[in-house]
């Protein structure tokens, strides 16, 4: 079970909007740890999708965007695209262990 | 360029070890955060540890005890040694640079450890 719960599955049309929630607690997000976003191609490695909570590396289209409140974050991806098809994961800290880096269980993005 | 290279994957009996190499090209190993995460067949990513730019180093729950993480200089290089590996520590894993997130990923390595 991981430390910051992500729902297993989000789908979506070609052009819909659909949003990925990061639930964690008082000891991570909460904690005002910032939040990264990671996307993973099959037979891929990751890859930094969103930086600190809402920040697009170069090279990251705009339909995607972050934020962050309280004990959770979202990742919301806009105008989606047969290429987004992927799994994501959020990432953040906690203090349950002296440098620990958490992952939520990853998110299956699918385009109906 | 900035780039990761992880070698030294492979086949292992259960408690056997293993040491996994990430070479580092465009940046120096010892002036970053660098990690190692892995991901398990039919699973998610796990963060396994970190060696921060003070050499301190970091484990989760998972690993502690059994795995270390090393830096070489020199080589500028980063290091994973495994020890008493089990059927649990069968992943592809990742060498990462950690600066805003993990920014840079390298290809992985696959760990398969099975008698």
């Known amino acids: 079970q991981s430390v910051l719960t992500q729902p297993p599955l989000v789908s979506g049309a070609p052009g819909q909007r659909v949003i990925i929630s990061c639930t964690g607690s008082?000891?991570?997000?909460?904690?005002?740890?910032?939040v990264h976003w990671y996307q993973q191609l099959p037979g891929a490695a990751p890859r930094l999708l969103i930086s600190?909570?809402?920040h697009r590396p170069p090279g990251v289209p705009d339909r995607f965007s972050g934020s962050k409140s309280g004990t959770s974050a979202s990742l919301a991806i806009s105008g989606l695209q047969a290429e987004d098809e992927a799994d994501y994961y959020c990432?953040?800290?906690?203090?349950?262990?002296?440098?620990?880096?958490?992952f939520g269980g990853g998110t299956k993005v699918t385009v109906l | 360029e900035v780039q990761l290279v992880e070698s030294g994957g492979g086949l292992v009996k259960p408690g056997g070890s293993l040491r996994l190499s990430c070479g580092v090209s465009?940046?120096?190993?010892?002036?970053?955060?660098m990690s190692w995460v892995r991901r398990a067949p039919g699973k998610g990513l796990e963060w396994l540890s970190v060696?921060?730019?003070?050499?301190?180093?970091y484990y989760a729950d998972s690993v502690w005890g059994r795995f270390s993480i090393s830096r070489e200089k020199s080589e500028n290089t980063l290091y994973l040694q495994m020890n008493s590996l089990t059927s649990e520590d069968t992943a592809v894993f990742y060498c990462?640079?950690?600066?805003?997130?993990?920014?840079?990923w390298g290809q992985g390595t696959t760990v398969t450890v099975s008698s």
């Open positions: 990462v640079r950690e600066k805003g997130g993990m920014d840079v």
């Open positions: 465009g940046f120096r190993v010892s002036d970053n955060y």
């Open positions: 060696v921060d730019p003070g050499a301190s180093t």
């Open positions: 008082r000891s991570n997000i909460g904690a005002g740890y910032d």
């Open positions: 600190r909570n809402s």
């Open positions: 990432q953040s800290y906690d203090t349950s262990r002296t440098g620990s880096r958490v």
